[in-house]
């Protein structure tokens, strides 16, 4: 530390943490542009310099504003966390930070971050982030007067807006056509990548309004139900993490389904969601507007769990993530993980998805009887496969597969072990499903009954070093987007509707998207509004 044992200019203390932020802070951006064979040649070295300046200005610009006794080394700490946390995010599962990414950031809560912690992490931000900042606290500053140091605050700011610009125009072709074909390098920039995210964040809310959340299909109305019929008694599973490639159902050739491929259950193999993350799809599924309209909405509207409770329904929400619903089940009776427990399925505050079946008698009979007379929707939010800790997902009887991954650092399994404890989530999805469905199986005398599962986004396991989910939409590989859709329907619900699993499977094929779901949920369940397009309807041409 003999290095800071003088005092220092703040530019100088401004200078090297900079220095340290571009050169070890980016290296997963480093790594990326080292693989693109246009740049391994001395042009792609005098971009990649040129390039690092950029990033440099850009770091000093948010800094020099900043630069006061009281404010610098704050900043500089925050700064050099923000860059050690993204490093080790980036480097390690082959994600990038954009705006969805710091949404789920801001939404976390402590049981999912305690499935990322790890040695390697507390090392990273220790080496990258701890350490640097350490330094700065030690280094003695030479503070001039408030008037001169607003001047050299002012002139640094001019001088790096200068220098980018010069650095832009000497290699100005590369980086039009880099950041052109390479859209995703920008979310790799760090820290300004979590910045910007940041404020994205902050902003966009802003723009929609941020006001109460409009009402949709106040039209909504139910069909009388002919004197033969029984009330619809139907469980909606909302999947996390179902990839659809890795259901037997769906083609895979290792046995992660037995039980739903004995129950005569209609699956389609050709489904893609909306976003790659939980909070992009799940509001986005449950909305009337289909992805691209929800995508520039300037106003939250109500979803399918309010357009059903229009419609008369005794709808509840029963939801085994921390994460939550992301508020499309604001306006319903709600059950949130937390008031979830049963013997032998619960520890450390987590409980595998069957505890939402636990009690559920009891929760409908809660209901308004009036509702429960037109007809019953439950929709359960499961944990499902949610990663990284794919192996805490299943009791130990469900692991088929092993030897399994059992650390969150996924690096240090073998791609065997990963795709182990992966698959062994969807033999645990399979029998929970498969659970829900006896459940309503004894239920039959009184009620029609019917299960979906749609899965919110898939996930990539290892596939050209990329982990988890959540890269933006557009470069996202196929494994994050495509996902499993299941219907379940009981001889009476096929009699009452005409909506034959034959049929559905028929279709098996066929390319669906987040945007049928909405639609074809208000038909399986008959619900009639302004609001439902026959066309996204699933199950509209198989009714009879
Ligand atoms: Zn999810």
Known sequence: MAFFSYSRSPRHLIALATLWMVTLGNWPLWEQLARLPELANVRGVIFTLALALVIDCGIVLLLAPLAWRWTLKPALTLFLLVTAFGAYFMHSYGVVIDPSMIRNVLHTDAREVRDLLSWRMAFAVLALGVLPALAVWRAPVAWPSWPRQ??????????????????????????????????ALRYRINPLNSFYALAFNLWQPAQRGGGPVAPAGLDA???????????????????????????????????????????????????????TDTATSVPCMFSPLGKRDFERRESDTEGLADVLQHAGYAVLWIDNQPGGCKGVCDRVPTVRYDQL??????????????????????????????RRARGVVVFMHQMGSHGPAYYKRAPPQFKRFMPECATNALQQCSREELINAFDNTIVYTDDFLASVIDWLGQRQEHWATALSYLSDHGESLGENGIYLHGLPWRIAPDAQKHVAWITWLSPQYTFQTGIAPACLNAKQGERFTHDNYFHSTLGLLSVQTSLYQPALDIYASCRK
């Not at 050739?253 to 491929?261: E, G, K, S, V």
């Not at 505050?349 to 069957?354: I, R």
């Not at 505890?355 to 009891?362: D, F, N, R």
């Open 150 to 183: 607003l001047l050299r605050n002012l002139t640094l700011m001019l001088l790096v807006l200068l220098l980018a610009a010069g650095a832009v125009l000497l290699a100005f072709q590369d980086f039009a056509s880099v950041m052109r074909n390479h859209t």
């Open 221 to 275: 109305r139910l069909p009388a139900l002919p004197p033969a019929a029984k009330p619809p008694l139907v469980v909606l599973v909302l999947g996390e993490t179902g990839r659809s490639d890795h259901f037997a159902l769906n083609g895979y050739p290792r046995p992660t389904t037995p039980r739903l491929a004995g129950l005569g259950v209609a699956s389609l193999r050709n489904v893609w969601s909306c976003g």
């Open 341 to 370: 427990q049963a013997p032998g399925l619960c520890s450390q505050g987590e409980c595998y998805d069957e505890v939402m079946l636990h009690g559920l008698e009891q929760r409908i009979g809660q209901l308004p009887p009036e």
